[in-house]
């Protein structure tokens, strides 16, 4: 093979490897859940403005009234009024030249042919009777005279009695008739003749030459000249003309059936205007249907979706980001546009889009939640446009209800998202679609009744969203694991069996996570984070100690491991207990942002007891850091961090000789700065003035832990024997003996010292 081939095809793999690994990517996977999402929507909203098809012909009985879907024109009526328009208006003429002229020479050409015949027939009767009156009158003529006479006639033809009475007529006659019909012919052309007219001249001048001229040659001469010699000298403008009768067809407007008004009634026979129209609105059983009603639909969610996107781009793009958010965001939408189709079919204003805004404020967040109540409001919105009513007061109603409804059930439920506030933001919700309803309907209804009827209805589906809340909340959260806040309170139990297993087996540990999370949940609140979510986190962060627990110091009663077991060995040991962790947690289907604190709190710091201590022991050898350190990631949200921030904090005041809360504060500081030099906040999403917060937040909370340790004046034996009997029963409370409880910390560097 040549290299040039072998380059190409290397080229051509690289190519469609980049091209399958895109197609595998994140963001491809956000892609497809999100048309995805679009797929269904448009099948759930062209599936709900489908129309119901009558099988009817002209003529036919229909058995029930049907109103139009949408507006839709009366072709056939509006033709017809147009036609009408466009035949009253009178035609445009213009004046044509040289007609005159050229019907003075056809008449002079046909009156010398008629003199022709007529001598020829004054020849005839001479030669059968000559002089004799009487005999003449009786003569009659031969097919062969016939014959001839009308080849005398290239201009005129004339059937048989007509030659007759032409052959027949005298001198005297045909000159009275040759003058009266000039002189009536060049009087009318000097006038108007207007196209169209032509029948009404005729009969005009027949009328004058009739004074004049013998009755017989009028009618059988007279008149087939005129009719062959007359012109009209104004013809019809046909292009002004035709724009004129455009421009009155035009002006008629056409006939509207609106939407919701009644095309044919009950018992009623269907007309062909109403059978079109009932075939325009594909409301027909054929092969017709609207296209323009469908494609308009897949636009209205096609905006939906974009407006979706958009908003999420503005308020909260890692959830664009997010496959998994992303998949319970679309079901969500998806759901709540179902419940809104099927409340439609029982009542237009029977939409809970509310729902939706509940639903993801509790599972994802308010960030969220806000952008999908936007699409919702335009998908509930838009489904009105495809039913049988009236629809404009309607998708106003309904617009402003879901739209104001959702972003007040995110204000509502995104800073306790319990089941009490669930119901509470329904009624809330109720009261204030019902507001909105009445006020919009109070200006533009004049029917109180209906108005009210609709306000109830609206005020109905809020309620009925809350009661769906928190049913569909509970089988989301199960199906997809989330740390919503139910969840988290569920998980906060101390009845929990992971709990339980920590209180009674790494009784220090317990103990030490309960501190974590006190600290953790005040930080939490003082940066805007999640504090459930950091309390659930700092209860369940050190469970892989459960595997080993003697073989971390909190957990201790008299010898410690570790003093007999090489460095690394026990590095290993205190470091494996995020993976532990995270093992048991994923046994457990603890939601996915409490493994991430699991793997994150420790983030990729090192042991450094161990550390000195193998360098210690090493004999002036190199010792690799790197082999005493955690191989977790580094926080990637600020409750990770904080929690990392909270252990560390723990563990460290924990063995201060003298908590004061000057010392406290200080110390705080510079474990703090120690976890920022070291990069291990790097990634976390917190700001200088968050971590001054967070310091602020601990230093609160550790004074009120160690208060007790501040040293008291003077105390009586009997005084002291009942505080160290107090004190020994709240410890034995906590799962931690009075012995224990009294052991000296032992001098080591703070990380990690409450893994040694």
């Not at 496959?323 to 204003?349: A, D, E, F, N, Q």
């Not at 533009?444 to 809020?462: H, R």
């Not at 046994?587 to 942002?593: G, S």
């Amino acid at each position: 093979m040549k290299p040039g081939k072998r380059s190409i095809r290397k080229k051509d793999r690289f190519t469609w490897e980049t091209v399958a690994q895109a197609l595998r990517s994140r963001t491809a996977r956000c892609v497809y859940v999100l048309l995805a999402c679009a797929i269904v929507l448009c099948a759930l909203f062209l599936i709900s403005i489908a129309p119901q098809r009558y099988d009817l012909k002209v003529g036919d009985i229909s058995h029930t009234t049907i109103t139009a879907s949408k507006d839709v024109v009366d072709e056939i009526s509006t033709a017809r009024q147009r036609e009408e328009a466009a035949s009253k208006v009178e035609p445009t003429y213009l004046f044509k030249e040289n007609v005159a002229s050229e019907v003075g020479q056809n008449l002079n050409s046909i009156l010398t042919q008629i003199s022709a015949v007529q001598q020829y027939g004054h020849k005839l009767l001479e030669q059968a009777a000559p002089g004799d009156a009487a005999a003449q009158d009786k003569h009659a003529f031969t097919d062969a005279d016939l014959k001839y006479a009308r080849t005398l006639l290239t201009q005129l033809t004339l059937a048989d009695y007509q030659l007759k009475t032409l052959l027949r007529a005298t001198d005297e006659q045909m000159a009275d008739m040759r003058e009266n019909l000039t002189a009536a012919v060049e009087n009318s052309l000097n006038t108007t003749i207007r196209e169209g007219y032509v029948s009404e001249t005729i009969q005009y001048l027949q009328q004058i030459i009739a004074y004049k001229t013998d009755m017989d040659l009028l009618q059988n001469v007279v008149t087939p000249i005129l009719r062959k010699v007359i012109q009209p000298n104004m013809v019809i403008d046909q292009e002004a003309t035709e724009k004129l009768r455009d421009e009155a067809r035009a002006a008629v407007e056409p006939v509207i059936y609106k939407q919701g008004q009644n095309i044919v009634l009950a018992r009623e026979r269907v007309t062909a205007n109403q059978l079109e129209m009932l075939r325009s609105l594909g409301l027909l059983d054929d092969d017709n249907v609207d296209i323009i009603m469908y494609v308009g639909g897949v636009l209205l969610v096609l905006i939906g979706m974009a407006l979706l996107v958009f908003s999420l781009l503005l308020f909260d793009p890692e959830t664009l980001r997010d496959p998994k958010k992303l998949i319970i965001l679309s079901l969500v939408v998806c759901i709540t546009m179902g419940l809104c189709i099927l409340g439609r079919l029982i009542h237009p204003y029977l939409t809970p889009a509310a729902l939706c805004a509940m639903m993801i404020t509790g599972l994802i967040g308010p960030s969220a939640a806000t952008a999908g109540s936007l699409c919702m409001s335009v998908l509930v919105a838009a489904l009105v446009a495809g039913g049988d009513t009236t629809y404009g007061a309607a998708m106003v109603n309904i617009l402003f209800t879901a739209f104001i409804g959702g972003l007040l059930s995110v204000y509502i439920i995104r800073r306790k998202p319990y089941r009490q506030q669930v119901l509470l933001c329904g009624i809330v919700t109720a009261v204030v679609n019902v507001i909105i309803i009445l006020a919009i309907g109070f200006m533009t209804n004049t029917s109180i009744s209906d108005v009210f009827t609709n306000a109830l209805w609206n005020g109905g589906a809020a309620l009925l969203a809350s009661v769906l809340c928190i049913a569909l909340d509970s089988l989301m959260e199960s199906l997809f694991h989330l740390a919503t806040p139910t969840k988290l309170l569920e998980l906060s139990n101390p009845n929990h069996p992971i709990l339980r297993r920590l209180l009674i087996e790494a009784p220090g540990t317990y103990h030490h996570s309960i501190i974590v999370a006190n600290l953790a949940e005040a930080a939490a609140e003082a940066v805007g984070a999640r504090p459930l979510l950091a309390r659930a986190g700092a209860y369940f962060h050190d469970i892989g100690k459960l595997k080993r627990p003697l073989y971390f110091k909190e957990n201790q009663i008299g010898e410690n491991p570790h003093e007999h077991t090489n460095p690394y060995v026990s590095a290993a040991i205190v470091t494996a207990h995020t993976r532990d962790g995270l093992i048991m947690a994923q046994q457990y289907h603890l939601p996915q942002e409490i493994q991430d604190i699991i793997v994150q709190h420790h983030g990729d710091t090192p042991v450094a007891y161990f550390y000195h201590k193998a360098t210690q022991q090493a004999d002036g050898q190199t010792v690799d850091i790197a082999d005493f350190r955690y191989d977790g990631k580094r926080p990637v949200s600020k409750e990770s961090a904080i929690i990392m921030l909270a252990d560390t904090v723990e563990a460290a005041v924990r063995s201060m000789p003298d908590p004061t809360p000057d010392a406290i504060r200080a110390f705080i500081a510079k474990l703090v700065k120690g976890k920022l030099e070291d990069g291990q906040l790097d990634n976390a999403p917190l700001t200088l003035k968050d971590i001054t917060r967070i310091c602020d937040a601990f230093s609160t909370v550790l004074n009120g832990v160690f208060h007790e340790r501040i040293e008291y004046p003077t105390i009586s034996p009997a005084a002291a024997a009942h505080v160290a009997a107090q004190e020994n029963a709240r410890l034995q409370q906590a799962g931690v003996s009075a012995e224990k409880a009294a052991e000296p910390a032992p001098e080591q560097p703070a990380e990690g010292g409450e893994d040694a």
